[in-house]
């Protein structure tokens, strides 16, 4: 199923809108619509902490890139990661819908979260059942994570990761643009 943007919206456009809200945070976390809220109930995941591509403020989400840009499909989006203290971010991009409002999607292609619980990793771990996600997985895939597991404080988010069979906490921006692009089309009433 298809998301309808609004058509012949610029990157100038967007920013603006977004900037008329206050920022990224307001938009995702302070003030988010209903229709935002709906929109990123897809996924489990806080919006607590995000990236503003105007401060430039990252979180260490390796292969992501924050900020505007235009879509190969000519729809305009705002890439953003988001998450909470607790839990690894994810990547999800702002755009303007077809009637004028502030809409997200999350996209799963090259996106790095638990597909299978719909969550993003280390979003819900029961401490009374310490170890759920062990797995057999040997300490080679140790070193699948790279300097990421190094400045992580929760161990548990790699056990999850290993348990669902990740390999690596990466982001693949070619994918998220083709799954963005796939989902989201500009709607061009009466063409």
């Not at 976390?29 to 401060?55: A, G, H, L, Q, W």
């Not at 403020?57 to 390796?62: A, C, G, L, S």
């Not at 161990?155 to 069979?165: A, L, Q, S, V």
């Amino acid at each position: 199923m298809s998301r309808y943007a609004k058509a012949d919206v610029t990157v100038n456009d967007l920013k603006q809108k977004i900037d008329a809200a206050g920022d990224v945070y307001e938009v995702l976390y302070r003030n988010p619509s209903k229709r935002i809220r709906e929109d990123m109930s897809k996924v489990e995941f806080d919006c607590e902490n995000v990236t503003d591509p105007d401060k430039h403020e990252n979180f260490d989400m390796p292969g992501f890139q924050s900020g505007y840009e235009t879509l190969p499909n000519g729809v305009a989006v705002c890439w953003v990661g988001a998450g909470g203290d607790w839990e690894d971010p994810l990547a999800l991009c702002i755009y303007i819908g077809e009637s004028g409002e502030l809409r997200v999607y999350i996209p799963k292609d090259g996106n790095c979260y638990n597909f299978k619980t719909k969550a993003a990793f280390g979003n819900w771990y029961p401490e009374d059942e310490d170890g759920m996600w062990d797995d057999t997985s040997s300490d080679e895939d140790e070193d699948d994570f790279g300097e990421y597991e190094e400045n992580c404080e929760c161990e548990h988010h790699f056990e999850e990761m290993k348990h669902f069979g990740i390999k690596q906490y990466k982001f693949d921006m070619e994918k998220l643009r083709a799954d963005a692009a796939n989902r989201i089309v500009a709607h061009l009433r009466g063409v």
